[in-house]
């Protein structure tokens, strides 16, 4: 925001310019695993709203109307991927692989920059955690892996994910 504000007071310095109109940016975040805990859509716009009426009473300017993307907060709840367990290969005192009949093709967000998900069995989505796996991708690839450490139940190969 601070970056934000000290360009609308270099455009009303330089240009005599004040925008009408300010975006806050990439939009709300989500919640992809329980650990996370984004802020409510109110406590979002209300900080945002906060730092802009004090930064602009600051500088000796107008505030302009904030603009907020809603972002993923719109569709992002509501979207799910599945898989099929394929092989699982147990290394003893390392590590249980799963292999998913998916991976980097189609998500390559956990290696791009450490998304985080959790993993559910689709027949039980409560079925309690036993045991912890590394599902991996299908892509032939050292670093195709989705989940590192997943604490997940029992997985046979053919479950749905």
Request: net charge negative.
């Amino acid at each position: 925001m601070e970056v934000m504000l000290d360009l609308l007071g270099e455009l009303k310095r330089d240009l005599d310019y004040q925008p009408q109109y300010l975006g806050a940016g990439g939009g709300l975040g989500i919640a992809y695993t329980r650990a996370d805990d984004p802020p409510t859509p109110r406590d979002f716009v209300e900080t945002i709203r906060g730092a802009l009426a004090a930064g602009t009473a600051e500088r000796g300017l107008k505030a302009p109307r904030l603009v907020v993307e809603p972002g993923r907060s719109i569709a992002g709840p509501a979207g799910v991927t599945v898989y099929a367990a394929g092989s699982i290969k147990d290394i003893p005192g390392v590590r249980r692989y799963v292999a998913v009949d998916g991976g980097m093709g189609d998500n390559i967000r956990p290696k791009l920059y450490g998304a985080r998900y959790e993993v559910l069995k689709v027949a039980d989505p409560e079925a309690p955690a036993t045991e912890t796996v590394t599902i991996a991708g299908k892509y032939c690839e050292s670093t195709d892996i989705l989940i590192t450490d997943a604490v997940v139940p029992p997985i046979r190969s053919g479950d749905l994910l």
